[in-house]
């Protein structure tokens, strides 16, 4: 049987929130520029601040690499965003590059580097959640 997928319950705090910062970013991929400076604002006095001009350069590089981003809208993470977290991780050095690495080596000084993925025990809670999410569409009108 295959394992559910994984989703943000399964992660830690530290991981929701790359994740998160990362879903902000690409949703806002026109308008990187301001969100990265609003983030920069947002986390001023927040110990990730001083990963975020790192972070941010993964992001690009990450997006230039595959062409573009597929994100998710639900609990459950997409096939970018698990690579997103296999890149930080710095698991796969053909995947990252220069600015993952310094990025992997500042998560790490701050205690925030995220877990390989496959690692990452998966309970299948955010897959439920939005399967149930999904069935009260069809069956509402």
């Not at 920069?40 to 972070?55: G, T």
């Not at 597929?70 to 590059?97: M, N, P």
Request: net charge negative; with cysteine; glycine share 4%.
């Amino acid at each position: 049987m295959e394992p559910p997928p994984l989703g943000f319950t399964d992660l830690t705090q530290d991981e929701a929130l790359l994740i998160t910062i990362f879903r902000g970013w690409a949703r806002d991929a026109l308008e990187t520029t301001e969100f990265e400076d609003a983030t920069r604002d947002l986390f001023q006095n927040d110990r990730i601040r001083p990963a975020l001009d790192d972070l941010f350069q993964v992001f690009h590089n990450f997006r230039e690499r595959r062409g573009g981003i597929e994100i998710s809208e639900e609990g459950v993470l997409s096939a970018a965003e698990l690579q997103l977290l296999t890149v930080l991780d710095d698991s796969e050095d053909g995947l990252a590059d220069c600015a993952a690495h310094a990025c992997c080596s500042r998560l790490t000084e701050l205690a925030m580097r995220p877990r390989r993925t496959s690692t990452i025990p998966r309970s299948g809670q955010d897959d439920l959640e939005a399967k149930i999410a999904r069935s009260y569409r069809w069956a509402l009108p």
